[in-house]
Every structure is written in structure tokens, then in C-alpha cells.
T-cell receptor
């Protein structure tokens, strides 16, 4: 049973296109996150949702828009893709109560390549 | 603002040798401390965490880390490494208050275990 799953695993697209990455967790968690890992493997949080409510919104271009249809799903839509958007995007989830103490469970990542 | 510094980007070591991966953090408020491991082409997994209490924490696969408040450090150690420990290791913190669960990562350390 996959705890946190992401689709697609690989995404290759042209500059200027719009694409979406989907994330689903079956752990019963209330909180979900999106992280970006750049080519130097540095990880930075982008967004977090708790039960469909946005609770973290870092300094991210507004071309990136997260959407949470329910607490088990958090999708990431990216408009007008740029070369600098090439990265690995990780979804994660955790229990809501006292989030800072809780383990975050990560998905396998989506490698986005913008040509 | 909080920050995490991992002092070594790469650590090559021979199998069965001891290893230490260094991590220092900067924060004006209390934090929780984590080590995550990323095996090749996979998502991150929690290795161990320090929340409170005993400053020495251990993982199930032989790693340990010691929280040193005066030196603001949380170094990871293992007395005898295996080939299978080859991976990327990330030190991270969350705030002790605020409850968003925002993980702030260090730059990562690549542990390369050689036969």
C-alpha cells in the first residue's frame, strides 16, 4: 500500500506550457505539503494545506497554484512553465495535531523537466 | 529567521568505518530537530528526531544524533556503516511553536560508503 503517491513520476514539457502534478495520501492525515528540490538537492517548502485550508504559502511565483479538493489530495498546477521550474517536486503529509513535532511522510517525487 | 547548515556536502567512507555528519542550526526560538534520509530516486524518510528530553536519540538502523543546545548542533553518527547506508542525508528543523509544521532543511550531505 502506497502511503503518499504522486503522478506523474516524470514530466517533460516545453516552456510556456501548463501542467499539473497530483498527490494523494491514504494515511488519514489532515496536513499536506509541497516541496521543491533543485538540481543541487536543496529542499524548500512551497505550500501546505490543512484540511483544504492553505496554511503555508512561501514566496512562490503566482504561476504555481495548489488545489486541495479534499484532505487526502493536494495537487499542484503550474502555468507558463519556465526553465527554472525544472526540479523534483515532493508531496508530503503529516498528522495535524502539533504539526511541528510530527514526522512528514514523503511521496516518491515528480521530476519536472522544462525544455 | 531559522537556518540549518550541514557542514559537509559529501562524506566518503569505507564500509564498517564510523561516520559523523555535521549539522548546525540557527534560531532565536526553540526548535524541533530531524534527520531525514533520501535513498537514490526515492522520497525522504524520517531517520530520527529530537523533540525534548534525552539529548541522545537513536534510530532502528544504528544511527544516533545528539542535540547540543550550547553549540546549536545536531550531529548524526554511526559507529559502523554499511554499503546500504549510501544516501543523501538532510538535517531539518521546525519551530517549537506556531504549529505549521514547516520544515527548514540543510543543504544535504551525500554519504558514499565504499567497499
Amino acid at each position: 500500500d502506497t502511503a503518499v503517491s504522486q503522478t506523474p513520476k516524470y514530466l517533460v514539457t516545453q516552456m510556456g506550457n501548463d501542467k499539473s502534478i497530483k498527490c494523494e495520501q491514504n494515511l488519514g492525515h489532515d496536513t499536506m505539503y509541497w516541496y521543491k528540490q533543485d538540481s543541487k538537492k536543496f529542499l524548500k517548502i512551497m505550500f501546505s494545506y490543512n484540511n483544504k485550508e492553505l496554511i503555508i504559502n512561501e514566496t512562490v511565483p503566482n504561476r504555481f497554484s495548489p488545489k486541495s479538493p479534499d484532505k487526502a489530495h493536494l495537487n499542484l498546477h503550474i502555468n507558463s512553465l519556465e526553465l527554472g521550474d525544472s526540479a523534483v517536486y515532493f508531496c508530503a503529509s503529516s498528522q495535524a495535531a502539533v504539526r511541528g513535532r510530527n514526522e512528514q511522510f514523503f511521496g516518491p517525487g515528480t521530476r519536472l523537466t522544462v525544455l | 529567521a531559522q537556518s540549518v547548515t550541514q557542514l559537509d556536502s559529501q562524506v566518503p567512507v569505507f564500509e564498517e568505518a564510523p561516520v559523523e555528519l555535521r549539522c548546525n542550526y540557527s534560531s532565536s526560538v526553540s526548535v524541533y530537530l530531524f534527520w531525514y534520509v533520501q535513498y537514490p530516486n526515492q522520497g525522504l524518510q524520517l531517520l530520527l528526531k529530537y523533540l525534548s528530553g534525552s539529548t541522545l536519540v537513536e534510530s532502528i538502523n544504528g544511527f544516533e544524533a545528539e542535540f547540543n543546545k550550547s553549540q546549536t548542533s545536531f550531529h548524526l553518527r554511526k559507529p559502523s556503516v554499511h554499503i546500504s547506508d549510501t544516501a543523501e542525508y538532510f538535517c531539518a528543523v521546525t519551530l517549537g511553536s506556531g504549529n505549521t509544521g514547516k520544515l527548514i532543511f540543510g543543504q544535504g550531505t551525500t554519504l558514499q560508503v565504499k567497499p
